[in-house]
């Protein structure tokens, strides 16, 4: 709003955009409980689909018996691996270049494996008749540990037997996936081997689970009248789902219709096709009326996209000084039964080489092991980038062990190691350029806001007066600085199934000067319908109440990659930009006609066209908009639309500096957290209101993975934490009020400056709470110990530290 | 999460629920505020044919205080304990167990009666009529009995109650003294990792009387005996609280669940339990 | 099969009657057969009150009620709390304070603070969030339903005086 006079400023205000705290035009139909989620939808004749899973981890499947479960009234099909077997549907590609079975093909390989699925009148018989399944299963070894996996002569993926070529190079063991490497392995090594200081460290960041609140489902319909087939479901990718739909069905995809309705939370976990859908759709297809399959949050937990497992051993060299010379990373990374990993094709560990973080590490070195185990298959970006959060928990583990390792204060060593604002962008040697960023600027506002130095003086304090026995409770600083790698992503090294992951936005602005756009994107509860108006609004002059956004239906939609990955805001938001600048560059021309002046003559004004020198002589959008429809203008086709397919040029590199004070009772492993400052830096911002509730949101997902979230199995490869009662979803009663902050570094490349922060927050909560527990023992001696920090954990590395004797 | 079918009654008297006990043996379940049984049936981990809901039968949702006797009709639920202004007065730490348990919605539905009757080791009501050396009274075919608390228990969801018999009250005499019901779990709604209910009664600086009993760190409630009686005769220092931290160990036998190992449960038993014992001298 | 029973219950202020199988979950009758899509399932296990309902007065759980159990009931959902035109003043307020995201459990959220701010009209933050840990939310952390609610506590009290 620079240089605007106060009256432009009023005109301004009144777009309701960029820069405004919005209130949302979503909420209206929320707050009274008119969403239109997918089980909502009520169809005539709608059947329902129920799963028989599998009990076992591992097992052959000798013989299924169906019949009892047909004769139940109301089943009206059971269909299994045999029935799906002809249209080449029980197995299906996943995005990770493996395939996966739809229905149990010979054997299971993980405990809620699907082994058939039951269609009937109403989910009550469904369930019924599922009960009444027969499978006999001869039980296999199970192996639930990558590392005992690549040992072990049991072959997990007997359809790949004797395949040493996988779809990301040689595999080296029957139970091994891929080895991808980035940077300088032999360079690496050097540095290290001549480093005046080198820290080691191994960091697991634990299998967890997105678990979005609604589950996962879908309803299939398929008009054999019209030889339509229209599928609503959970996807927070529908174009790509109608893509992967038509090449598998062989139904042409002019004939296949996706809709993603209101989505209650997606996280990653709706990004993957499942077979659930595969099987809602052939049966629909079978039995020529709809079918609904939703699935409840054992089978959500248990099956459906895990996040994380990835064991990351690490050593990072320096200077006794303390800066950095080199990093060295290597993965093992536990993929489950298939590798359905949601990543860009060419990276079958996302985008783990940000694994140098926000420092100037002149030299490193990543590789990483896909491994096959007893798990359900998965590993999405839970609340974040491919892999991001892997990357920065690993990265700002290692500073803390490396500080500790130099006897240095781990803020400092953060400070002295920054990529300094003037080196922007930045190459780092793991290949990323990095957009913007003023690291030293927010992490100084930030460590000021906390009195950072106070802090540490309390804890020394603390930690004495542990030592006199007057008190049992540490306290904990943590600290995070991290670097996100957001807005998958420029076409010519990201694809999703060879779909380049561009985005897409089109507009129609209506005769009365109202207007509609649809994107190639799909809000999850981030706000879109709010947000992209506001872009809009700011683009073209109409306000954002006067523009209705709509995404998700995959007929009237352009086509669009989706949302995850924080990428809708630097993709399909820079595509919106775009276009909206395309309506103006017409409107331009409109104007100049209807004010006769040359094109050139004219200058924009806030939401109109005015004539230079002579600010009395304009054109509002709205007065534009209607003669683009009621009028002959030479040379200009009639009408006001613009189509834009955004390929971005580069990723944008949001960042953030986070604090954390914890107080743990070292006697019960009850960790309280005192104050959570954070400091998100996402460029240009458009809703500060809606940054602010991503960034609580995204923390509070944070805290409850560091603190206690995990899917959990036992050495028979059993989920241990199958409910909500052992599946760590923190309440109100559990959560800190957070402290919000920030700076602004615009994106250079992005058309409006905006970099993306709906998952910020995790990458940097899971390493800041993490650090904080951390930190708490280092006066003791402590180096590094694992998450989730539940009590037990806490109370574990107390008394091996000899804190209760 | 889909039950199988069952046969639904809602009888309004008690004769009407033991008739159908009768008729239907083991496959009746009677059903309270359902908050245990509903989601073992959509797990399809308890199978009842036959359903007897006790919500007509208003006796049960009686609460009496008269004297220092203390009466609880079965189908009073958590939120009525918490609510009810008499029972605070005569026994609050039946206020302070029950806001630890579960959740607002739970607590609507969930009843005395059902915490105690069915034996999940889980559930706070138990020890806590353990402490206060409660009665349970049941009714069956052959009338009335009354069961003490302590002896009701015998191992996960076994007890001492018949397949034909229907926990109608629960009822103990209120002491005068203090009191603590402590409780360590992961997060609400979530059982105990540790739990111990405490009553202290002082008198001239000492311990007059105690009464220990511990929460989900065995396969049945366990009241302690020589817990309590470590106390007595003491002034409550913490000599005596270790002795009674000891005496307690010595009675519980935790498995290890996702809450923790067994090692962490017996040091955080001792350390809620110190924490129990100190705030009810506290209060006494 | 077991026996259909005859139910008869008042939804938002309409009486209902039907035939159903006693093993029918009042969620399903709320949503399938009533069209009452307000309320939605989460956990089924009743952690996360994305499916909260007033039965009778009081907040509960309809995953962990059988419709038989509601036999006679009345409900509210959050279909009944306001109107487009008149909306309750908590609907108003998590607007205002954006305490919703992904609108999943945002019905449960509200119908079980509209019971919150009846059992205690002047209720702290601490009571709030103790009196809110029935119900889950994965998008917001809590911050604004939290400040939602208090406001809107605030503003029926501001009404309440400004009545009498």
């Known amino acids: 709003m620079k240089d605007l006079n106060e009256e432009q400023q009023e005109r301004a205000a009144g777009l309701k955009g960029l820069g405004c705290s919005r209130k949302r035009v979503e909420d209206a139909r929320f707050t009274q409980g008119k969403g239109n989620y997918v089980d909502d939808i009520k169809m005539p004749g709608m059947l329902h689909g129920d799963f028989v899973r599998s009990p076992y981890a591992h097992a052959r499947v000798k013989s299924i018996n169906t019949d009892a479960a047909m004769a139940l009234d109301g089943v009206v099909a059971v269909l299994t691996a045999k029935d799906l077997e002809p249209l080449s549907l029980h197995w299906m590609p996943t995005l990770a270049g493996d395939k996966q079975m739809v229905l149990a093909d010979g054997k299971v390989l993980f405990q809620g494996q699907e082994v058939a699925f039951v269609v009937a009148r109403d989910r009550f018989i469904a369930a019924d008749a599922v009960e009444l399944v027969e499978v006999e299963y001869e039980e296999l070894p199970v192996i639930v540990n990558p590392f005992e996996a690549l040992q072990s002569d049991v072959v997990l ?164 000084e303390g800066k950095i010379t080199g990093l060295h990373c290597h993965v093992t990374a536990d993929h489950g039964a298939f590798d359905a990993c949601a990543d860009p094709t060419k990276f079958p560990a996302g985008f783990m080489n940000i694994c140098t973080g926000s420092y100037d590490i002149p030299t490193a070195y990543l590789a990483v092991d896909g491994v096959y185990t007893n798990k359900a298959p998965g590993g999405v970006s839970y609340r974040c980038s491919f892999r991001v959060t892997e990357a920065a928990y690993f990265i700002e583990r290692m500073i803390e062990v490396l500080a500790i390792e130099l006897n240095m204060d781990a803020a400092e060593l953060r400070r002295i190691n920054f990529i300094k604002k003037e080196q922007f962008p930045y190459q780092s040697a793991l290949g990323w350029e990095y957009d913007s960023g003023d690291y030293h600027t927010a992490w100084d506002k930030a460590l000021k806001a906390v009195d950072y130095e106070g802090l540490r003086k309390e804890q020394a304090d603390r930690v004495e007066a542990f030592k006199r026995g007057e008190t049992r409770k540490l306290m904990g600083v943590g600290l995070s600085f991290f670097t996100e790698i957001v807005g998958a992503g420029p076409v010519k090294n990201c694809d999703i199934l060879g779909m380049g992951m561009f985005d897409s936005c089109e507009i129609r602005i209506h005769p009365t000067g109202s207007a509609i756009a649809r994107l190639g994107t799909i809000s999850q509860g981030q706000g879109h319908a709010t947000t992209f108006a506001q872009i809009l609004a700011s683009e073209i002059g109409i306000s954002a109440d006067s523009i209705t956004i709509e995404e998700g239906d995959t007929d009237t939609a352009p086509y669009g990659l989706g949302t995850y990955g924080s990428r809708s805001t630097p993709v399909a938001g820079a595509a919106t930009a775009l276009a909206g600048r395309k309506i103006r560059a017409k409107a331009q021309m409109i104007a100049a006609y209807l004010l006769e002046v040359h094109d050139n003559d004219l200058e924009w004004d806030v939401d109109r066209f005015v004539v230079k020198g002579a600010p009395e002589r304009f054109k509002t959008m709205k007065e534009i908009a209607y003669a683009a429809y009621n009028q002959a203008i030479p040379g200009v086709e009639p009408g006001l639309e613009a189509v834009s397919y955004y390929d971005p040029p580069n990723m944008t590199y949001p960042f953030g500096a986070y604090v954390c004070v914890m107080d743990i009772d070292v006697d019960t492993g009850v960790q309280e957290i005192r104050k959570f400052y954070a400091l998100d830096d996402c460029g240009t911002r458009i809703n500060p209101m809606i940054i602010e509730g991503q960034v609580h949101g995204g923390l509070t997902e944070a805290l409850a993975v560091a603190l206690g979230q995990e899917i959990a199995y036992d050495d028979m490869g059993n989920v241990k934490t199958g409910t909500f009662m052992d599946f760590f979803l923190p309440t109100a009663w559990e959560v800190p009020n957070y402290i919000t902050d920030h700076t602004v570094t615009p994106s250079p490349h992005h058309p409006i400056g905006a970099k993306g922060v709906g998952e910020s927050p995790h990458v940097g909560g899971v390493p800041c709470f993490s650090n904080a527990v951390n930190d708490a023992f280092r006066a003791f001696g402590l180096r590094h110990t694992h998450m989730p920090h539940d009590h037990w954990r806490i109370w574990q590395t107390a008394n091996r530290l000899g804190l209760h004797d | 999460m889909i039950p199988a079918p069952f046969d639904y009654y809602r009888p ?120 206060l050396d409660a009665q349970l009274h049941l009714i069956g075919p052959d009338g009335e009995r009354s069961i003490a608390a302590r002896d009701y228990y015998e191992a996960a969801y076994m007890t001492a109650r018949e397949d034909d018999e229907v926990l109608t009250a629960i009822s103990f005499d209120a002491q005068p003294g203090g009191y603590a019901y402590e409780k360590q779990k992961r997060k609400i709604g979530d059982y105990a990792t540790a739990a111990a209910a405490v009553t202290i009664q002082k008198s001239g600086g000492s311990v007059a009387a105690a009464s220990i009993a511990m929460t989900n760190l065995s396969d049945t409630p366990v009241w302690s005996e020589a817990a309590g009686a470590a106390l007595v005769g003491t002034a409550c220092d913490a000599g005596a609280i270790k002795a009674a931290v000891a005496a307690m160990l010595g009675d519980i036998d935790p498995t290890e669940d996702n809450r923790g190992p067994v090692a962490f449960k017996r040091h955080v038993a001792g350390v809620i339990l110190t924490r129990a014992i100190t705030r009810a001298w506290d209060r006494a | 099969m077991s026996n259909k029973m005859h139910i008869k219950m008042t939804v938002n202020g309409k009486a209902e009657e039907f035939l159903a199988e006693p093993r ?130 605030a503003e029926m009290n501001a009404a309440k005086e400004a009545a009498q």
């Open chain 1, 157 to 320: 993926r007997e359809d790949l037997a004797g395949q040493t070529e996988g779809a990301h190079g040689p595999r080296k063991h029957h139970n091994h996936i891929f080895t991808w490497e980035v940077g300088e392995k032999d360079a690496t090594e050097q540095v290290l081997g001549d480093a005046e200081v080198v820290a080691e460290e191994t960091v697991y960041y634990h299998r967890t689970h997105p678990c979005p609140l609604e589950t996962c489902g879908a309803v299939a319909s398929m008009d054999k009248v019209n030889g339509k087939l229209t599928v609503w479901g959970t996807f927070q990718a529908p174009h790509v789902v109608r893509t992967v739909a038509s090449l598998l069905s062989g139904i042409e995809e002019h004939n296949i219709r996706v809709v993603s309705p209101d989505i209650g939370g997606g996280f990653g976990n709706k990004v993957g096709v499942y077979p659930g859908y595969v099987c809602a759709i052939v049966a629909s297809i079978v039995t020529g009326v709809p079918v609904k399959w939703i699935e409840d949050r054992m089978e959500n937990l248990m099956s459906t996209a895990f996040a994380r497992d990835y064991w990351m051993t690490g050593k990072i060299s320096a200077t006794k």
């Open chain 2, 12 to 131: 309004s008297d008690l004769d009407g629920v033991i008739a159908l006990l009768q008729e239907h043996g083991d496959e009746a379940r009677v059903l309270a505020g359902g908050h245990s049984l509903i989601p073992m049936m959509k797990l399809r981990m308890a199978d009842v044919p036959h359903l007897i809901d006790l919500q007509g039968i208003d006796s049960l949702r009686a609460i009496n205080v008269t004297g220092t006797r203390v009466t609880i009709g079965a189908m009073v639920t958590q939120h009525d304990l918490i609510d009810s202004a008499e029972l605070s007065s005569a026994a609050p730490i039946l206020r302070e167990t029950a806001l630890q348990i579960a959740d607002p919605q739970v607590r609507y539905m969930g009843t005395v009666g059902g915490n105690v009757a069915n034996g999940d080791p889980g559930n706070d009501m138990p020890g806590l009529m353990q402490c």
């Open chain 3, 24 to 153: 029918e979950l009042l969620i399903y009758t709320l949503r399938e057969r009533l069209n009452v899509t307000g309320p939605h399932i989460g956990c089924e296990t009743s952690h996360c009150g994305a499916c909260t309902v007033t039965l009778n007065g009081k907040s509960v759980k309809a995953c962990t009620l059988f419709v038989a159990q509601a036999d006679g009931a009345e409900l509210t959902t959050i279909e009944g709390l306001g109107t487009p035109d008149s909306l309750h003043v908590l609907q108003e307020a998590f607007r205002e304070h954006h305490g919703l995201q992904c609108g999943y459990c945002t019905p449960g959220m509200i119908t079980r603070a509209s019971k919150l701010l009846e059992e205690n009209p002047t209720p702290t933050e601490e009571e709030v969030r103790f009196g809110m840990a029935g119900n889950m939310c994965r998008c917001t952390g809590y911050q604004n339903i939290v400040k939602s609610i208090l406001a809107a506590a």
